[in-house]
């Protein structure tokens, strides 16, 4: 592991931190390309990481107005690598993928090209150019585990990932660890939970919050199932956690970014309800969810004590703000 190499493959990186405290100023400004980066998080890390001095490229499939973005697709590794060789980058965040249990399903192709068969582009070029990794990975590697789910639960527990964004995710995590091995990349792997907040839009397969909030606002009808707990990570303390990564760079970790308290999906449903001014009348209720972890307990120590990963905003806070961004951004209530 790397924790004191200033210099590497001739590039220069900043020294990982013996302290815990969040930085808001990096000691050397670094080059970040941000695959996935109009995307949700992306979006809201491209602006975490300028925030704090970086030189950010995000990279997408849509087109941007933004003046350092690229239009790549990651399932073609000639668009990836044109990147490299005509940018400098010491530091990849990996958040590119297509999103989702049940578009997964319904759209398994694009699925596994973006996410698996991207992937592996994205590695190739990483043996080529050497840049370090930050991968976005999912809790839904758990699978059908329903206990405190530590990094280490993968190494040591046989679990059934339930569906194929589940398994495109944990093929990427055996992508990366094989990777390393065989040719000495450097990434750090994270375990996304349920973020939400401003930039995520809506579809029919985005998660519980945007759901919730985008039909709740439209006056539409949605389903509640009974019985599922979930933990909710406001996207700005996750995107802090993500930017502290570069200054305590730690080659082949795996992170867990999730919170401590657990809600009912139901709890969830009542706060959407109370700040779009619904009464819940249009709310279905049905039983527990098939092919979906009924619990997803995460222990975020080890990101706490080396990220210094901190959820600072509740989940009644985080709510608030979505439903008002989703206002503004839908224009809901204008005349």
Known sequence: MLHDNAFKNGRRFPPVSEHLSARTEPQVMTSILITGGRGFIGTNLTAELR???????????????????????VGSYRQIERIFEEHKIDVVYHAAAEYGRWNGEAYYENLWRTNAVGTKNVLTAQKKFRFRMIFFGSAEVYGDYDGVMAENVTDTIPIKQMNDYAITKWANELQIINSAAMDKTETVRVRLFNVYGPHEHYTTFRGVVPVFVYRALHDEPYTVYRGHK????????????????????????????????????????????????????KVLFKDAEPFTTRYKVADSSKA???????????????????????????RIGER
Do not use: M
Request: charged share 35%; with cysteine.
């Open 304 to 330: 706490k004590k080396r990220l210094g990963h901190k959820i600072t905003v509740p989940l009644e806070e985080g709510v608030r703000r979505t439903v008002e961004w989703f206002k503004k951004e839908y």
């Open 230 to 281: 979930r933990t909710f990570e406001y996207v700005e303390d996750i995107c802090r956690t993500l930017g502290n990564i570069i200054d305590r760079f730690d080659s082949g970790e795996v992170f867990n970014l999730g919170s401590e308290k657990q809600y009912n999906v139901e709890e969830l449903s009542g706060l959407v309800e109370r700040y779009t001014g619904r009464d819940g009348s």
């Open 51 to 73: 925030k704090r001095g970086h030189d950010v490229w995000p990279a997408d499939i849509v087109q941007s107005d933004d003046s350092q973005f690229i239009r790549c697709d």
